[in-house]
């Protein structure tokens, strides 16, 4: 999609691309003590004398947040358009779901760790979610989730409906499909969320990050987002606690539902 970019992923210690720490140690060697070196290395300044521009990940979205001094949700279109075909498939594929509100969920990143585990709610907290009725779950949730579809299930008599032909890690134009068909997507901050939020997809984030919460891209109200306005934040700012975020959820989605019953559909 850019061929005039270059994209270099710093090396790592971990995960299924790992270099030993000597390695990973050598590739930092004579990077400036002030740059990041846990995404600058050796390499991506070695490319940058070369081409003369160099920009992070999370710099590329402040750049484009920034372009022309607008903020993107300010366009009266979405910024990503999905395949309508693909579309078709999963719309047909939800009509042979039982129940009449079909909502996307996504509750954590796909790895664990101290910090996602504060930033991201725990499927067992879902319970006033999970409990309402006629209400289709389908997963958006691309890791393995197994054990706690077991522990839903025997909780809460919950069942994730999964489409079958769609590979939830891989499969990348059909999860946006996917999450443009149903009436909602739940979601934290993860790309599951940025990606229904970019195709359009009314969205809602379970916004619960310790360090930071997503209020820096909230309008005034501290609930719809200032780069795609079809997601609205549940925020623990507001809310203080996660028991009430999740009632809000509920509420949020019982309010969904009427509007469904009243007006036939609450998909655009």
Known sequence: SFPGMVFIAPSKCSGKFAVSAEQYNADREGVPPNLDQARVTRLVLQEASRSGDIILSEDILSHYM????QFPERR????LK????LLDEARAWLNTLPRKLKVGLCWRSGMRDMVRNESYIDISEMGPVLSLKDVDFVSLQYSDTRE???EIKERFDCVLQKMPSVDLKQ???EIAALSKAVDV?????????????????KTISITCTPVMPDLWRTEDDNRTDTIFPSIRHVTLYEH???DAMVLEIARLLKEL???KKEHGSVSE
């Open 66 to 69: 920034m372009k022309e001094g």
């Open 76 to 79: 009266h279109d979405s910024l």
């Open 82 to 85: 999905v395949d309508e075909r």
């Open 148 to 150: 706690e579809e077991a």
């Open 171 to 173: 499969d990348i134009e």
């Open 185 to 201: 997507v739940i979601s934290p901050g993860t790309t599951n969320r940025e990606l229904a939020g970019a195709v359009g997809a």
């Open 240 to 242: 203080k606690t996660r």
């Open 257 to 259: 539902k009427e509007e």
